[in-house]
């Protein structure tokens, strides 16, 4: 790193040293920082401390951990991240929450990322009164794991993706007001900033909005092909072929598909196929979008081809389907 980006990020952050890598914490118990690449830079905008900083230099890829828990998001194109010297890619809308004590780095192509850094201690304080039934997802079940002695060394991340592919203005909604309230000097701010990321937490609960996958990051070879079959097939909503896998994982389509069979019992295009109905259910069920609509968003190459899909899996219209289960 040159020493101009080093001194901004010494600004804003604590290094101290870790076991192999730098250990970073921010100035502050949450903070937002948002990386976007710009003519072949990165334009970096830190928001902490009511106050919002701006700088702009080279992709700062160095390997670190966090003493505080990271949120990232993909607001648009892709990021490349390095966990535990394993690469998992993400795409806009896309994301994780990695638990304190792992070594990570990211890589922004083409994109515009988001990280909320939060503290064990402002989490412990906003959950401090809420019930056990609400407590007990996998979002707030992972946080409150991470916090006890033996779960903060755990070597897991939990990854999310968009259920359908259509955005959630929700999300992004809570995302601009907890800017805004990081940078505010108003009485209450710090109020509402707690409130927004319990909001934010809950929303990613919501299995209509996304699907969560925790994934542990020792496992071996084939864990990890398995994992990472799963999530490109479900990323892109059953609309992929073996060869697509394949092309995807650098490996022979035949192996992967024997080895998905063995640990799943389903091949490739099974598992495929149940995720593109699942989505077609999902849409039916949860928006107003007529079925051509549907079909285009799930990258049928025609409505009637979705009919015939839809009617041999389902063994009913989506019309019928729609009837039968109407949306509340």
Not at 64 to 91: C, D, P, R, S, W
Not at 146 to 164: E, Q, V, Y
Not at 168 to 193: H, M, P
Not at 292 to 307: D, M, P, R
Request: proline share 2%.
């Amino acid at each position: 790193m040159n020493s101009y980006l080093e001194n901004n990020f010494k600004k804003l952050e604590i290094k101290t040293a870790g076991s192999d890598y730098p250990s970073i914490q921010n100035n502050a118990d949450i903070a937002m920082f948002m990386k976007k690449s710009f003519n072949g830079e990165i334009l970096y905008t830190n928001i902490q401390n009511e106050r919002i900083k701006y700088f702009v230099g080279a992709n700062n890829n160095q390997p670190h951990q966090n003493t505080a828990f990271e949120l990232f998001y993909v607001i648009q194109g892709t990021m490349i991240k390095i966990i535990e010297n394993k690469k998992y890619i993400f795409h806009a809308g896309e994301g994780c929450i990695i638990n304190r004590r792992i070594t990570h780095s990211d890589t922004v192509q083409n994109g515009f990322v988001m990280i909320l850094n939060f503290t064990e201690a402002l989490f412990k304080q906003i959950t401090r009164d809420l019930t056990e039934d609400t407590l007990s997802g996998p979002i707030f079940t992972f946080l409150r794991n991470s916090c006890t002695d033996t779960g903060a060394w755990k070597k897991i991340f939990l990854a999310f993706h968009p259920t359908l592919p259509i955005i959630d203005s929700r999300f992004k909604t809570i995302l601009d007001s907890l800017q805004i309230e990081l940078a505010s000097t108003n009485l209450g701010a710090a109020y509402f900033r707690q409130g927004l990321l319990l909001r934010l937490l809950a929303i990613l609960e919501n299995h209509h909005a996304f699907k969560l996958k925790q994934v542990y990051i020792n496992s071996n070879k084939e864990n990890y092909l398995i994992n990472q079959m799963l999530s490109f097939i479900e990323k892109n909503y059953g609309a992929i072929s073996r060869k697509e896998v394949s092309a995807f994982l650098h490996y022979n389509d035949e192996y992967l598909n024997r080895l998905l069979k063995k640990h799943c019992g389903k091949t490739i295009n099974a598992y495929a196929r149940e995720i593109r109905l699942d989505r077609a259910k999902e849409l039916l069920l949860t928006t107003k979008l007529s079925i051509a609509e549907i079909a285009q968003l799930l990258h049928f190459s025609s409505e009637n081809y979705f009919y015939h899909f839809f009617a041999k899996e389902a063994h009913c219209s989506p019309n019928q389907f729609r009837q039968k289960y109407p949306k509340d």
